[in-house]
């Protein structure tokens, strides 16, 4: 079967990575415990997790730096560690190392070298490379001068040269300031708009929010949630609903019926009219009809002669989504 072009660049089956270690491989650590997800032409796909949840694993099984102990992962419908999907990935590691002598330009033609590149296809991407991650005018300097910010963007420019369709990016904000981190992520949008795939890893959640397409989060080596940010902060338990109230914080906990007190908080607020008040968070069981138990909280709140100022149903953040998918008792996705 030919391929199509929306065929997925990056398709991992059950994939698993056992380390073993200790007298005779005695000691196992079951890294990749049957992971399964696909990422599709043309995304910025991000992978989440705490440390040890088996990220960098995953990626250096794609890169073919780890072999896998089962399961299949394909690169362009190619497995992974052959030289024909190896050469369409462009690769920022972690923490890029160059000799300290080298220039922002030197290290282009050394890594253009490397990757197999003629001197003159190299010299006539250099120029256009540097500009588009910002080092033109710093090219003659020695990277013993850089900053983190600059070694990532010489690190990305690398990771270019050749003009891959993918590529896997390993934490390509870590490091940098507020500035650093909005212009990558300015080149990550830039780039997919080129028609690149991307496949970044991250523990920085608000990241991730701004620039991914999709996310995969893992813990324990194995996968707890794939899906656009919309979904995966689409709460299935629990409808959050903010209620601000004029009155006091135990005044409006005391007026809620007793079987939403227990999933109820409240804090003290100033409301819009300077008045003291409070926030009322209420969560409401979807199951159990969410509108019904804030009809109910309302009636309580009216009866006590307190009055309701605001209602909004509260967006659940990627934080809170990530942390309940990290969480022990959260299922697998397989
Ligand atoms: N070469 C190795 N030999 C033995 N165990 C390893 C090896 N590499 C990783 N591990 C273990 O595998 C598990 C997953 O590690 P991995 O580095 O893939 O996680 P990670 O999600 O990238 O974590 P971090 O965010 O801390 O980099 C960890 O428990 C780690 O200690």
């Known amino acids: ?17 056992t380390y073993r270690s200790g007298l005779l491989g ?25 440390n040890g949840a088996g990220k960098t694993t995953l990626i250096k099984t794609l890169l073919g730096i780890v072999r896998k102990t089962s399961g299949q992962a394909t690169l362009f419908g190619a497995p992974v560690g052959t030289s024909r999907s190896r050469y369409r990935i462009g690769y920022l590691p972690e923490n890029l190392r160059v000799e300290k ?6 290290a282009l033609q050394l890594y253009g070298r490397l990757s197999g590149l003629s001197n003159s296809v190299v010299q006539q991407r250099t120029d ?36 891959p369709d993918l590529l896997i990016l390993d934490e390509p904000t870590d490091g940098l300031d507020p ?25 920085i959640l608000q990241e991730v929010e701004a620039v991914c397409d999709r996310v995969a989060v893992m813990a324990k080596g ?16 629990f409808i ?4 601000h109230v004029a009155g006091p914080v135990d005044a409006t906990l005391a007026a809620i ?42 009636d309580g709140l009216r009866k006590h002669g307190l009055s309701i100022r605001h209602v909004q149903r509260a967006k659940q953040s990627l934080e809170s989504a990530f942390f309940a998918l990290v969480d022990d008792t959260s299922e697998e996705v397989r």
Do not use: W
Not at 26 to 50: H, M
Not at 128 to 133: F, G, N, S
Not at 181 to 202: A, H, P, V, W, Y
């Open 222 to 237: 194995t996968l707890r949630g794939v899906g656009s940010i919309a979904e995966l902060t689409a709460n299935r338990e």
């Open 128 to 163: 256009p490379l540097l500009e588009k991650v910002g080092l033109q005018g710093r090219d003659r300097e020695t990277v013993r001068r850089f900053s983190k910010g600059m070694y990532q963007r010489l690190g990305l420019a690398q990771a270019l040269l050749h003009d």
């Open 240 to 243: 959050e609903y903010q209620v």
């Open 26 to 50: 005695g000691n196992r650590l079951e890294a990749l415990q049957g992971v399964s997800l696909d990422v599709r032409p043309g995304e910025v796909f991000g992978l989440l997790g705490p």
């Open 257 to 298: 019926p007793d079987s939403l007190r227990k999933n109820a908080s409240a804090v003290p607020l100033l409301l819009q009219d300077g008045s003291d008040g409070c926030e009322l968070k209420l969560n409401c069981d979807i199951e159990a009809a969410g509108a019904g138990d804030l009809d109910a909280a309302v």
């Open 179 to 203: 500035v650093g981190r909005s212009e990558m992520r300015n080149l990550l949008r830039q780039l997919r708009d080129e028609g690149k795939t991307i496949f970044l890893n991250s523990h």
């Open 1 to 17: 079967m030919s391929a199509s072009a929306d065929d997925p660049i990056i398709e991992i089956q059950d994939l698993r990575k």
């Open 101 to 106: 002598h080298h220039t922002a330009r030197s």
